[in-house]
């Protein structure tokens, strides 16, 4: 647990910079009140009513996150794989290519659905 | 696979690697040491980020003409600080429409644990350390046995401060572009991430200092070159740097996440970037650049130059070099599309990355197992070869034919022809309508078919030398 | 949590593992209870980051890290994509509460007795000195326990990898007509409107 002791100090060290920077930039900025600046930025016109409420995004981005945590899956079974690797020889090299080829089977079938096109 | 779990276990010893993980040196300096080092490498960063924007200005000024910031001391060297100082003392806008709390939080989260990565970079080795205040200690804050993983888990927190802060901001262009932002880097963290694999593979440990140990006589990015490649690739598009800086496309989305964002929150931002790019570049050195050891053949010339204070100015100098390998892509090249973007980094980057991985596990294998017939790979990569080739050519089968009826359908949309002056003014082709004289992708024998055929699409060919 | 009866010297480790599990344990309850989406998917986050410091304290580093890794870094972050897919509005939701919340706490309560009960019968015998050298946490460790001795499981997992990819295409298909997320997004969308 040694090993975290400096961590945590860099860690304290950099959120006290942190918070140090945003309260006193609150404290030694101006404050003069104005209703367009406090507005959404669009570019000087009104506001567009809130995307966020019911608004529409498309569900891509949905199937890229899903996409990523089955990769990040599988890189973190890699990891512990690639550090015993040369121990575990020829049968660990098969049980990792048998478990690789079925990942990729999922990623061509999402490959071939369209599921990597963004247009 | 019950079978293959019966043979394992026999041939699983076969080998003992060299151990280059030697944690034994780390977690032991007294707590005034850990302050100093700690406050060092904090130092360092603000200082490398403030001379990184300096110089990035500076650069991309020569590389189009200009001379960039010389005003504020010598030389221009106080810029950054002066704007700095000046972002402080501007007001601090917070939006109507905003969440207030998350509003302030999500510029504290980006900037933390960007902070974080630097703990396990090695500036020195570990096991020949200098002296501070009569107490030897190695040119590293600490080390662990996942430090990687460690970098790759502070990394992935980062990300909450752009989609936070492009939620709390109430505004629609900085919602959109956190989430552009976030799915590129989470794109791009699959490929950075499999591209150390194969490092691993060869250093046997993912602890920082373990792989550079591992690096003494060759750096990783000889033999494991198409990994160094893929890494460097996803290593700017991790960061949202040019050319893959979508996220602040200014055209698109005025500023990206931190549109409404002002004053010091806004500084934080742009250090939590240039922090990254730091990272990054740490990480490309220490993974496969041979992270501290001196140049090739200085050593052979030169035997100090890996001991005492040398390796910190090897790391800072590949480091340097790395940073300005960023300012000058962004001086160089053009901003992807988002398309392209994606497509590059899925389509590409992924699949190569693990096809190489196999290729380095195949040959690493036979190297260890020296014992096994080589025919062995025969039978156990025939048929995966052949299953992969099988499910090609029937994949390629589908999809031709799919693609077959997609373009009759569109030829029976476009039906109209495409008037490239459509009401006195140039348009480009709608979906379904094509530019039959001018696709790029066209045989020249078709071409000139074309022309003989049509003589309008003649006439507008002569008509515009551009194209 | 479990752990506090194993309480018999209190040593730093254990007072920051009591206090991180506290901690853990009111993120937990903050996310079922506080009344806006995206803070309560933020609770989760924290809750979730807990644990992994609860792993690291019990010297399982490598499984700390992936904690860090998959949950907070991936699983929460898909959280979130799907809030702002669907809605995610700034300030308080007031249909948050569903009527059945008190089967929602029989089922939660029923699953952590259960899970309490089979963990604390599998290690109550187990006895672990966190002062000693981290061996079983480390990736070594792991890798060579799952590659030699946890084949078939491993082998397993890819397979649900795929399922889980497969299930998220076909909710997310678009070859069954051009729009289909205008079609899937109009009833939201005049939902909100009539709210507002």
């Excluded at chain 2, 050519?393 to 109209?416: G, P």
Aim: charged letters at 15%; one cysteine or more.
């Amino acid at each position: 647990m040694n090993s975290y002791a400096p961590i945590l100090v860099l860690g304290g060290l950099a959120a006290g910079f942190a918070i140090f920077s945003v309260v006193s930039g609150m404290l030694t900025g101006p404050k003069r009140y104005n209703r367009a600046k406090l507005e959404a930025y669009e570019c000087g016109i009104e506001p567009t009513p809130q995307p966020v409420g019911g608004g529409r995004f498309p569900v891509k981005y949905y199937l890229t996150a899903m996409l990523f945590i089955i990769f990040d899956i599988e890189i973190v079974f890699l990891y512990p794989w690639a550090v015993r690797f040369d121990s575990l020889g020829w049968f660990g090299l098969v049980e990792m290519v048998f478990f690789i080829l079925t990942v990729f089977v999922a990623y061509g079938y999402v490959w071939r659905r369209g599921g990597l096109e963004w247009d | 696979m019950s079978a293959l779990a019966l043979i394992g276990p026999l041939t699983a010893d076969a080998t003992t690697p060299t151990n280059y993980e030697n944690l034994s040196f780390f977690g032991r300096d007294p707590w005034w040491l850990i302050l100093i080092k700690v406050v060092a490498v904090f130092a360092f960063l603000v200082v490398t980020v403030l001379m990184a924007i300096l110089f990035e200005r500076k650069i991309v000024g020569y590389m189009q003409q200009r001379i960039g910031p010389n005003r504020t001391g010598p030389w221009g060297l106080l810029q950054s600080l002066a704007d700095g100082v000046k972002l402080m003392l501007k007001e601090d806008i917070i939006p109507t429409a905003a969440d207030k709390l998350v509003f302030i939080i999500a510029p504290l989260i980006a900037t933390i644990p960007a902070f974080l990565a630097i703990a396990v970079v090695p500036f020195g080795p570990a096991n020949n350390q200098v002296s501070i205040f009569h107490h030897r200690t190695p040119l590293q804050l600490t080390d662990l046995p996942v430090a990687i993983l460690y970098v790759l888990a502070a990394t992935s927190i980062g990300i909450y401060g752009i989609v936070l802060a492009g939620w709390a901001s109430g505004s629609t262009y900085p919602l959109l572009g956190a989430l552009r932002s976030t799915a590129q880097m989470i794109s791009y963290e699959i490929a950075m991430s499999l591209s150390f694999v194969a490092v691993f593979i060869y250093a046997g440990t993912m602890s920082t200092s373990g792989i550079v140990n591992s690096q003494h006589s060759w750096w990783n990015c000889l033999p494991l070159l198409p990994s160094f490649l893929i890494y460097v690739v996803s290593m700017v598009g991790e960061t949202n740097r040019a050319p893959f800086d979508l996220p602040e496309a200014e055209g698109e989305l005025v500023g990206g996440f931190h549109t409404e964002y002002s004053s010091i929150k806004f500084a934080l931002f742009f250090l939590a970037e240039y922090i990254n790019m730091v990272t990054v570049s740490s990480l490309a050195v220490l993974m496969f650049l041979g992270g501290w050891h001196a140049p090739f053949g200085l050593v052979s010339v030169w035997h100090g130059a890996n001991s005492g204070w040398w390796p910190v100015l090897w790391y800072v100098i590949k480091l340097v070099l790395f940073m300005l390998f960023f300012f000058w892509l962004r001086a160089t090249l053009p901003r992807l599309r988002y398309d392209q973007f994606m497509k590059l980094g899925w389509k590409v980057l992924i699949p190569a990355s693990l096809v190489w991985l196999l290729a380095v596990a195949v040959v690493r294998t036979l190297k260890n197992e020296g014992d096994l017939n080589r025919s062995h790979l025969i039978y156990i990569l025939g048929p995966v070869v052949a299953v992969l080739v099988v499910l090609w050519i029937v994949s390629e089968l589908r999809y031709r034919q799919t693609s077959a009826v997609e373009k009759a359908e569109e030829a029976a949309t476009a039906a109209k022809p495409f008037d490239p002056m459509d009401g006195g003014f140039p348009v480009p082709p709608l979906p379904g309508q094509t530019l039959p004289a001018f696709t790029p992708r066209r045989p020249r024998a078709a071409l000139v078919g074309a022309l003989v055929e049509s003589a309008e699409a003649s006439e507008l060919e002569a008509g515009d030398p551009d194209v | 949590m479990t752990t506090t009866r194993a309480l018999g010297s209190t040593t730093g480790v254990e007072i920051t593992f009591i206090l991180i599990g506290l901690l853990t344990f009111g993120a937990a309850v903050l996310t079922v209870t506080v009344r806006n989406l995206v803070h309560a998917a933020l609770w989760l986050v924290v809750a979730l980051g807990g644990l992994a410091g609860c792993y690291l304290l019990l010297a399982a580093e490598f499984v700390a890290w992936v904690q860090v890794l998959i949950y907070v870094g991936a699983v929460a972050v898909l959280l979130l994509f799907g809030l702002m897919l669907t809605r995610a509005p700034i300030g308080r939701t007031t249909e948050l509460d569903s009527g059945n919340r008190w089967a929602a706490a029989v089922v939660g309560l029923a699953t952590a007795g259960v899970l309490v009960s089979v963990i604390g019968d599998a290690v109550r015998t187990t006895w672990f000195d966190p002062r000693q050298a981290v061996v079983n946490g480390t990736a070594k460790a792991v890798g060579t326990s799952l590659f030699r001795y946890w084949v078939l499981p491993f082998e397993l997992l890819s397979v649900l990898l795929l399922a889980a990819l497969v299930g998220a295409i076909v909710l997310s298909r678009r070859d069954v007509s051009d729009d289909v997320d205008a079609a899937e997004g109009t009833p939201r969308a005049q939902a909100t409107e009539a709210e507002a």
